[in-house]
């Protein structure tokens, strides 16, 4: 039997394969620009494409691709062989460090966000080292940025880079003044849970929905749902079972380390979690994971569903994206330590995280905000859209004793130079998990739990850093011209908890007295996208984002234009398929059973002058929904032509929110309505008990 440590990363171009098939001096150059950014030079450029061709060819590649995240949501990659022409005919294999380097993509079709004008063709790839090039389906794929023309990021993977730059900048200062020297780089790490639904495939071809949205536009609930919670943590099933062995196999192949597999609280849905990686690593590493994820499901005669809300009455998928942050010299710096002076650096980064939240609330809410996890957000799976952090009852004492300079009565009555309480053998299980928190401490990390499954991670993992990177400066700013720095730094962080505490909320986010709370607290309840994406644009945001290279301005208003767009061309495609199985299928199918009962009334009356209550009031009722239906088809019609009318994408999207997903709304609830009076095999399509049920 093949072993897992046999294969593990054999697709990969890792570490392993660069010492491997490097010279000495062409492996340390390249750790370095790797390590520390140094700038690649093209000799070594040159050396490496040379290794990485042989080794990929080795594995039956005949081709090689730049990998990269354009503005879509999804992956894009172009294939170019390595065959080049020889004088006799045949053809050789070649790849230069120049082809390795930088690749010259057609970007007049990717979202730009009035970057550049549509014949403004030209794009190019820079091949980003510090993520490990792969192989798939006989192509070498090098993960790569992209950007315009004119050095515009048009993608996500630079401004996460930039992100993750500016908090290692940041971050180092404020190590420097606890006397950390050794320290040469600090870096985010996320380990995102990937939630996902598995249904038949042959059902899905049936639903013109779930081809064209990946979400069911109508559907009534079935007898039973998640009511029993019998599907979370269960039995995994044996046809889910051989899916999630061979995906596992798969990725392992491809040096993605998948860890956790089970069953969520949904039928039909599940979850598989990886070990943490390099921010930028889990970023390519989660998109990857999610398109081998659809393939896999193929093989099996399964669909994967990574929309947020696939179906409405059940639990939604999300992607908890859990961010914490280390040296190179190992030390979780959100991990409290044993001494003094280690709790109160754990509490200068802590406090420097929940201002962060506070401060920026807006910039992490519109970063999950998508037409598909406005559906999500605010239901009984799902965090509500007002941000808020739990920290637990424990370290929320700590934090109070702090604020009113008292020692921490939980723990030992040693007080710190600082006046502060030193942390008790602060376990990472103290409290309980928060499931209903958006921005939960989870020991020695943060968990933010509002993504959608269908998210990239780029987005919020940006906005994330930017905004600790911010506080960071601001902390440092200030330390550093400290005349008394513990003083100071107690100050600090008595300040902070005073100012920022309206953030921390322990409690029931799913209570509406909470959302109450909330909003005497002054906090933001951005609940659509059409709500939040425009604050990208606030000053406060922009002059932040931009102060530390994250964003140009244009970049920023670009980003909001595009993912405005984003929301109203798929709510706008929603809108057009659901006329569409109104008018061809729903509608048809439900007049024709009405009518075949119609015209069993009338024989049956015929024949014996029966009063036929119950098929006469079946009939009335469902001829009234068909009447029903065919309103709200027009009416939705209407609201989607004169969509078209309005230009600017804020508008639109507020239009979007506030006629057509209403409009939606009441053409599914005649037609959902209609479903449960008509007979199974009347209805066009496979019902929810069909799909929840039939894997």
Not at 343 to 355: E, G, M, R, S, W
Not at 470 to 499: C, G, M, P, Y
Not at 595 to 617: G, H, L, M, P
Request: hydrophobic share 40%; proline share 4%; net charge negative.
């Amino acid at each position: 039997m093949e072993k897992v440590t046999d294969y593990f990363g054999s697709m990969v171009f890792d570490d392993r394969i660069m010492k491997a098939t490097l010279s000495e001096k062409v492996y340390k150059s390249l750790k370095r620009t790797i390590d520390r950014g140094t700038p690649l030079d093209i000799s070594v450029a040159n050396a490496v494409a040379a290794a990485m061709k042989d080794w990929a060819i080795g594995l039956g590649a005949t081709h090689y691709t730049h990998w990269f995240q354009p503005m879509t949501g999804v992956t894009a990659e172009k294939h170019d062989s390595f065959i080049s022409p020889a004088p006799d005919g045949r053809v050789i294999m070649e790849f230069s460090g120049k082809e390795l380097v930088k690749g010259e993509p057609d970007a007049s079709s990717f979202p730009s966000g009035g970057l550049r004008a549509t014949f403004e063709a030209r794009g190019y790839t820079a091949w980003d080292p510090t993520s490990y090039a792969f192989i798939k389906d006989g192509t070498l794929y090098i993960p790569t940025a992209f950007c315009s023309y004119t050095g515009e990021a048009l993608d996500k993977k630079v401004p996460l880079l930039r992100s993750m730059e500016a908090i290692n900048k940041q971050a180092l200062r404020i190590l420097r003044l606890f006397g950390s020297d050794k320290v040469k780089s600090v870096k985010t790490s996320v380990g995102p849970e990937q939630e996902y639904f598995l249904v038949d495939r042959d059902m899905w071809k049936k639903r013109k929905d779930l081809i064209m949205t990946g979400r069911t536009l109508f559907g009534a609930m079935p007898p039973k749902g998640q009511e029993m919670d019998d599907h979370y943590f269960g039995s995994i099933k044996p046809r889910v079972a051989e899916y999630m062995a061979d995906l596992d196999k798969e990725l392992w192949k491809l040096g993605i380390l998948a860890k956790t597999k089970h069953n969520e609280v949904a039928p039909a849905q599940h979850e598989l979690a990886p070990i943490y990686d390099t921010t930028n690593i889990a970023a390519d590493h989660n998109q990857l994971t999610m398109e081998v994820m659809q393939k896999v499901a193929q093989r099996h005669n399964l669909v994967c569903l990574l929309h947020e809300k696939p179906f409405a009455g059940v639990n939604g998928s999300g992607k908890h994206n859990n961010w914490s942050i280390s040296t190179d010299q190992g030390e979780n710096l959100l991990s409290p330590g044993e001494t003094p002076a280690e709790n109160a650096q754990f509490l200068l980064f802590l406090v420097a995280v929940i201002k962060a939240v506070d401060d920026y609330q807006d910039l992490l809410r519109l970063s999950v905000a998508t037409a598909g996890n406005d559906h999500r957000l605010g239901a009984n799976e799902a965090p509500p859209a007002v941000i808020s952090i739990f920290l637990g009852d424990e370290l929320t004492g700590v934090l109070e004793a702090i604020e009113k300079d008292v020692p921490y009565a939980g723990g030992k009555k040693e007080k710190m130079k600082l006046g502060v309480d030193v942390l008790p053998q602060f376990s990472k299980d103290t409290t309980d998990r928060n499931r209903t928190s958006p921005f939960a401490f989870t020991g020695n990390k943060f968990e933010f739990r509002m993504l959608g499954s269908s998210n990239s991670i780029s987005c919020a993992n940006i906005h994330l850093n930017a905004a600790v990177a911010e506080v960071l400066r601001q902390f440092a700013d200030k330390l550093e011209k400290a005349k008394d720095f513990n003083k100071s730094l107690h100050d600090l962080i008595r300040k902070t908890i005073k100012e920022h505490k309206r953030i921390i909320f322990n409690g029931n986010g799913y209570d509406d007295a909470w959302i109450a709370e909330a909003e005497k607290r002054g906090l933001l309840n951005l609940k659509t996208t059409a709500d939040a994406m425009p604050h990208i644009c606030d000053k406060k945001n922009v002059d932040m984002l931009t102060s530390h290279g994250i964003f140009t301005e244009a970049e920023i208003f670009s980003r909001r234009d595009i993912m405005l767009e984003n929301y109203i061309k798929t709510v706008n495609i929603e809108a057009a398929t659901m006329i569409d199985m109104a008018r061809k299928e729903i509608i048809p199918a439900v007049a024709k059973f009405s009518a075949d009962t119609a015209s069993a009334v009338a024989v049956k009356k015929s024949v014996s002058n029966a009063a036929c209550v119950y098929e006469t009031k079946l009939v009335t009722e469902l001829s009234q929904l068909v009447d029903d239906m065919d309103s709200a088809a027009s009416e939705l019609e209407a609201v989607t032509s004169e969509l078209k009318t309005i230009s600017e994408a804020v508008p639109a999207s507020v239009f979007v929110r506030d006629s057509i997903l209403p409009a939606m709304d009441k053409l599914r609830a005649a037609a959902d309505k209609a479903e449960t009076l008509t007979a199974e095999s009347s209805w066009p399509f496979p019902t929810y008990d069909k799909l929840l049920f039939g894997v």
